[in-house]
T-cell receptor, first 116, second 111 residues
């Protein structure tokens, strides 16, 4: 299957700083990228859906100004957690699809964010 | 919008026993269905998917699932599990422009 690379795999940051997570589709053009958040022993919660060149669509309850998503090209999407707080500590996973969500989505390896 | 319900949060089984992980979905549009496996601190790996055609879908690692439209189910099965199958399993449904996941089922295979 196609490869999605997510970087970094782990990051520790101080409270109040910002962290950027990258998601790249290595061998296909990702029309749509999804960002998920996963709490320990829980499922993936969809945070936002982004289509290349458009503004991301955020799920209800997700703060747009806190979780900035940029999908500037067909192979790269970034999630920036701004002014991070300890409660933002979580596992963040991206996925990329070459179709509009209906085709298979390929997942990155996830990023473990710890805010201290 | 679509939703997914995984009926069992934990399924313990002995090695070489058969297993079924249950998944029901709801949607107002036609959907695609998926099963993913997740190992600790890793992303998701696709086990199998139903897009169209035969309702019995075979995937990797000996897993298979059957799409039942009338019962809106997509249960995952394996006739004989291994210790290495211990992991978290997620059922997912894809609609017009998103993918939703069930709460997950923790499969624990005991020797």
């Amino acid at each position: 299957g196609a490869v999605v690379s997510q970087h970094p795999s782990r990051v520790i940051c101080k409270s109040g700083t910002s962290v950027k997570i990258e998601c790249r589709s290595l061998d296909f053009q990702a029309t749509t990228m999804f960002w998920y958040r996963q709490f320990p022993k829980q499922s993936l919660m969809l945070m936002a859906t982004s289509n290349e060149g458009s503004k991301a669509t955020y799920e209800q309850g997700v703060e747009k100004d806190k979780f900035l998503i940029n999908h500037a090209s067909l192979t790269l999407s970034t999630l920036t957690v701004t002014s991070a707080h300890p409660e933002d500590s979580s596992f963040y996973i991206c996925s990329a699809s070459s179709g509009f969500g209906r085709t298979e989505a390929f997942f990155g390896q996830g990023t473990r964010l710890t805010v201290v | 919008a679509q939703s997914v319900t995984q009926l069992d949060s934990q399924v313990p089984v002995f090695e070489e026993a058969p297993v079924e992980l249950r998944c029901n979905y709801s949607s107002s549009v036609s959907v695609y269905l998926f099963w993913y496996v997740q190992y600790p601190n890793q992303g998701l790996q696709l086990l199998l998917k139903y897009l169209s055609g035969s309702t019995l879908v075979k995937g990797i690692n000996g897993f298979e699932a059957e799409f039942n439209k009338s019962q809106t189910s997509f249960h995952l099965r394996k006739p004989s599990v291994h210790i290495s199958d211990t992991a978290e399993y997620f059922c997912a449904v894809s609609g017009r422009n998103d993918m939703r996941f069930g709460a997950g089922t923790r499969l624990t295979v005991k020797p």
